[in-house]
């Protein structure tokens, strides 16, 4: 199966990715993750690449389809994977149609998350992670069942994104709509696009995917 999930930031697709990741086994591919390690790592792409996130603004796209062309050629993607975060122009979509097509494999659906923009930001100021396991949580929304311990690996240690602060978050939400959202009916054409309420409950939204993924086998 090769799903991917769209939406504006802090949306939740990182949140449901991991979900569909272990009950679906389905490999999660998210470009922003695979960005933030090219620029721990001081890597060429990771050196390109910071300025943009730092300012909320989209790396260009032939980082991001370079990434994931050789990204999708490993081992793990090949009996599916789920995109998180990419792709995100429509340029972006058209080279993933591309890739998909010289490899005779179908995009089976794009999953697009809706959340008023209002509660975006609350979503992304009380963001954070594992730093061990990459865990997500929210400062409010999704706690740790014991406080300050991860409930995936036991880890004590948390971390917060450089880019998730307010001044950041009105950058990327009008990324999200001059470049992202033409994604809307571009796949909404080729009828794949299928959409869930991103505004219920964490496990509420889990059970509208499983729903929309039960639905295409
Ligand atoms: P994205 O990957 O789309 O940017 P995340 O999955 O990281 O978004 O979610 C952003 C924040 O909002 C996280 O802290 C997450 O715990 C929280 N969150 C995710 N889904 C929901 C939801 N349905 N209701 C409330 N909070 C949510
Ligand atoms: P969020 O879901 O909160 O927007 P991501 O982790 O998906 O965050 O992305 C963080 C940042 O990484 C983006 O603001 C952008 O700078 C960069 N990025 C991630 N994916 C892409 C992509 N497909 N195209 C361009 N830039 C991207
Ligand atoms: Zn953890």
Known sequence: MIIILLGPPGA???TQAQRIESSQGLVQLSTGDMLRAAVAAETEVGKKAKDFMEAGKLVTDEIVVGIIADRIEEEDCKN?????????????????DNMLDQKNL????VIEMQVDDGALVDRITGRYTCSECNQG?????????VDGVCDNCGSTNFKRRADDNKETVTSRLESYHAQTAPLLPYYGDKGVLKSVDGMADIDDVTAQINDVLGNLS
């Not at 599916?80 to 993933?96: H, S």
């Not at 949580?137 to 069942?145: A, C, E, G, M, T």
């Open 12 to 14: 939740g697709k990182g």
């Open 80 to 96: 599916g994977f789920l995109l998180d975060g990419f792709p995100r122009t429509v340029a972006q979509a058209e080279a993933l």
């Open 106 to 109: 179908k995009l089976d659906a």
């Open 137 to 145: 949580y929210h400062d409010k929304n999704l706690k740790p069942k």
